[in-house]
């Protein structure tokens, strides 16, 4: 997969600093989901990349500390709770802890890579619907 031309240098620093197992996967996901379009950019929210459009967070990243890591899809803060996404989890992996925030857990960077055309189209659908 090519690197995004977008990644935030900030993202990159933080990340540097954790020193994270996972670290390729993590660079692996965040340029995929950068590569969605170029209307999405990404910050840290939560202590990992976060993903946002129109400059609200969307998809965020939750690095366990001993390996692992979800992607949170959520609403961002201002109105979630209220908020309605049509979107439909095509993978039947999520498990969605409220009606708009979902969890996906990601396996190895193998399933990844195996999985990436829909994993991206998951992602991108999300970001978009929950604009």
Do not use: Y
Not at 28 to 53: A, T, Y
Not at 63 to 72: C, R
């Amino acid at each position: 997969m090519q690197r995004a031309k977008t990644r935030n240098p900030k993202v990159d620093a933080f990340l540097d600093g954790l020193a994270h197992a996972e670290r390729d996967t993590i660079d692996l996901l965040r340029d995929m989901v950068l590569g969605i379009s170029d209307e999405i950019s990404e910050q840290i929210k939560w202590n990992g990349p976060s993903f946002c459009i129109d400059g609200d967070d969307r998809l965020t990243m939750r690095l366990a500390p001993k390996g692992g890591l979800q992607m949170i899809f959520h609403c961002g803060a201002k109105g979630a709770a209220d908020k309605v996404v049509d979107f439909k989890d095509t993978t039947g992996r999520m498990t969605w802890p409220a009606a708009n925030r979902g969890v996906l857990s990601i396996d190895t960077k193998d399933d990844i890579l195996a999985e990436a055309d829909g994993l991206k189209n998951l992602f991108g659908s999300w970001i978009f619907a929950a604009r």
